[in-house]
C-alpha cells in the first residue's frame, strides 16, 4: 500500500514540476521552433555537411525538445536549451556516420546566390578544428554571448574566449593564405 502511494505522489510530483517547466503549449512551441529555424540549420551545418544530415539532427533535436520539455527550467532560456540538444543530435549523427565530403565538392554544390561573396570565408570557417567552429559559428554567426556560449557549449567562458580568439587567427591566417593564392 506504502509503495502505490509513493508512486502515485511521485508520478503528481513528475505531472507538476512538467507543468512547471513546460508553460509552453503545443503551439507555443512551434512558434518558438520556427523562430529559431535558421539558428538550427547553421549551426548543425557547422557540424555536420550533408544538408540531408543537418535536417536529420534538427529534426531529432525538436522531437528530442518535445519530450523533453518539463525540463525546461524557463522559457528565456529555450533556444539555448534547444541549441543544446541539436550539438548533441550532431555529434551523436556524427559518430554513427563518418563520412566526409570534401571542401572542393561541397562548394560546387552550394549555389551562388546571396553566399557568392562569402565564398572564402564559409570555407575558411569550414577548415577550422570542430571545437573552434562551433564556437565561432554561435558567436559571429548566431550572436550568442560569451557567457551563452559557455552554458551551451558546458565550458568555462575563459575557453570560449581563447577559442573565439585562435578561431579569429586561424581564420585571418587561411583569408589571407587564400588571398594569395588566388589573388
Request: with cysteine.
Amino acid at each position: 500500500m506504502h509503495l502505490i502511494s509513493v508512486r502515485q505522489k511521485s508520478s503528481a510530483t513528475i505531472c507538476k514540476e512538467r507543468k512547471v517547466g513546460s508553460q509552453l503549449n503545443k503551439d507555443e512551441f512551434v512558434d518558438k521552433v520556427l523562430e529559431v529555424e535558421s539558428t538550427l540549420y547553421r549551426v548543425s551545418k557547422s557540424i555536420l555537411m550533408h544538408d540531408e544530415d543537418c535536417e536529420d539532427a534538427v529534426q531529432g533535436a525538436i522531437l528530442k525538445a518535445y519530450d523533453k520539455l518539463g525540463t525546461l527550467k524557463k522559457e528565456q532560456y529555450f533556444k539555448t536549451w534547444l541549441v543544446r540538444i541539436l550539438i548533441n543530435e550532431c555529434y551523436n549523427l556524427k559518430r554513427k556516420d563518418c563520412s566526409t565530403v570534401p571542401y572542393e565538392e561541397y562548394f560546387e554544390l552550394v549555389k551562388a546566390d546571396d553566399k557568392e561573396d562569402y565564398r572564402e570565408l564559409y570555407l575558411a570557417i569550414q577548415k577550422l578544428p570542430e571545437r573552434i567552429r562551433i564556437t565561432i559559428v554561435l558567436h559571429y554567426v548566431e550572436g550568442y554571448s560569451v557567457e551563452e556560449i559557455k552554458q551551451i557549449l558546458k565550458i568555462p567562458a575563459g575557453t570560449v574566449k581563447s577559442r573565439l580568439a585562435k578561431g579569429r587567427k586561424l581564420l585571418k591566417m587561411k583569408l589571407e593564405h587564400m588571398e594569395a593564392m588566388y589573388g
